[in-house]
Each structure stands twice: as structure tokens, then as C-alpha cells.
């Protein structure tokens, strides 16, 4: 029995021309947006929120960075601002400064027993009776 496997599946449809139904909604809101502006407020004030909402638009519809739309990026950096963050602060360790000599601990030496070579063959031959003992 064989089944189709569907590829592609990350390919949006093109509906309307080149433009996939997404990027036509960005599209025809920024347009309507752009259009509201005009025709409520005065050419000089309008002019100065139709350029940054005609370019939101532009880059929603157009631009891609590695690959994936701008909303992606968007999202990323408005979710960022709101969030909250967490900063966490390290304290450094400072050595206290030691006026007299007599006060100053001597430094902790590591005692390391030596290994020689007959207590390793006294520990393997030990090893060796135990695992005949248990057998």
C-alpha cells in the first residue's frame, strides 16, 4: 500500500498574483491605513505617519532576513522590550588586606599520597582474591 507524502508543506500558496494571502493583508492594511491618514488629518501631519506606516508595510510584504518573513523579527523584538528581564549581579571575591604578618594564615597545602609501584600490585592482587572469593 502506498501513501503520498506531501512536500512542500513549507510553501505558501500565491492567491492573489505573486503575492501570498499573508502578504496581501499586509499589503491592503498598510494601503487602507495610508488612505485613513490622508483623508483625517492635514497633508503636512499625515505625511509624517504615512512614511513609517507605508514602510512597515513595505517591509511586512517584502523583506526577509535568513529566509523567514520580518513579522518573525518583529514579534522577536517587541516581545523582547516587554518583557521582563532578569539581571543577576556576581560579587566578586576581594582578599582582605592583612596589615600584620603575624595575623596571615599559611597557605593549605594538598597532601597527596604516593603511589608506588608495590602497593599497586598489593591493591590488583587483592582485587584479583576477592573476585575468585565471590565466584
Known sequence: MQFKVPQFIDVED????P????QFAYMAGGAGLVF???KLLPIWISIFLII???LLAGLLVFYKINEKPFIFYLQAGI??????KLYIW???????????????????VSIIPMTTERKLKDL????????????
Open 79 to 84: 516581545s523582547y522590550l516587554i518583557s521582563s
Open 124 to 135: 590488583s592482587w587483592s582485587l584479583d582474591v576477592k573476585d575468585q572469593n565471590n565466584l
Open 36 to 38: 485613513v491618514l490622508y
Open 19 to 22: 503575492f501570498t494571502f499573508r
Open 90 to 108: 556576581k560579587q566578586r571575591l576581594v582578599k582582605p588586606e592583612v596589615k600584620d604578618k603575624e595575623q596571615e594564615a599559611p597557605p593549605l
Open 14 to 17: 500565491k492567491l492573489f498574483g
Open 52 to 54: 513609517p506606516v507605508a
